[in-house]
């Protein structure tokens, strides 16, 4: 198994350009999340999705927009980026409809917008 | 709502030293806590967690950590640092009451190990 996968793995983007991230995950897991990682502030809840074909907002969502047509994918969008969304962006996913499971990451998006 | 505090963004020990990382959680019903080690360039894997059944978790790579609930702390320790152990170290926490799985994070704490 690959695990969690996330394509790319860096990306430099102008303001005001738009892009999307891909994660992918070949474990059949129901649950699939975004997070971006920024110096002293930990992972911070982007976007999530309990199953295929639903998603829900976290705890900083504006700016994104996500889509989980498929089970095993988990797309997150920059419409217009801005340079406040210069981050490394990490998918994470968990097998069980239970919070007590861990979750498993992918190796991180590395993104700059200037 | 719940929050994660991670006392102390960077901790620095000797090799072979006591390694003591803090979090401290905020919560109205325990939560599951988490401890997850991030290695340069690389995501999050999971060193161990609480789901209440043991107070004292033990995970990989020698690390273990004791739930207090008195004091709402999850703190994480290792006897012996190795310098494999350099890394950033995350504690977060997930509510019991919600099947959503989400975590809630702390700031995150860097381990450095000096020879």
């Known amino acids: 198994n690959a695990g969690v996968t996330q394509t790319p793995k860096f990306r430099v983007l102008k303001t005001g350009q738009s892009m999307t991230l891909l994660c992918a995950q070949d474990?059949?897991?129901?649950?699939m999340y975004w997070y971006r990682q920024d110096p002293g502030m930990g992972l911070r809840l982007i976007h999530y999705s309990v199953g295929e074909g639903t998603t829900a907002k976290g705890e900083v969502p504006d700016g994104y927009n996500v889509s989980r047509l498929k089970k095993q994918n988990f797309l997150l969008g920059l419409e217009s980026a801005a340079p406040s969304q210069t981050s490394v962006y990490f998918c994470a996913s968990n097998k069980y409809r239970d919070s007590s499971y861990e979750q498993y990451f992918g190796p991180g998006t590395r993104l700059t917008v200037t | 709502a719940q929050s994660v505090t991670q006392l102390g963004s960077h901790v620095s020990v000797s090799e072979g030293a006591l390694v003591l990382l803090r979090c401290n959680y905020s919560?109205?019903?325990?939560?599951?806590l988490f401890w997850y080690v991030q290695y340069p360039n690389q995501g999050l894997q999971l060193l161990l967690k609480y789901t209440s059944a043991a107070t004292l978790v033990k995970g990989i790579n020698g690390f273990e950590a004791e739930f207090k609930k008195s004091e709402t702390s999850f703190h994480l320790t290792k006897p012996s640092a190795h310098m494999s152990d350099a890394a950033e170290y995350f504690c977060a926490v997930s509510d019991r009451t919600s099947n959503t799985g989400k975590l809630i994070f702390g700031q995150g704490t860097t381990l450095q190990v000096k020879p």
């Open positions: 474990m059949n897991h129901e649950y």
């Open positions: 919560s109205s019903v325990p939560p599951y």
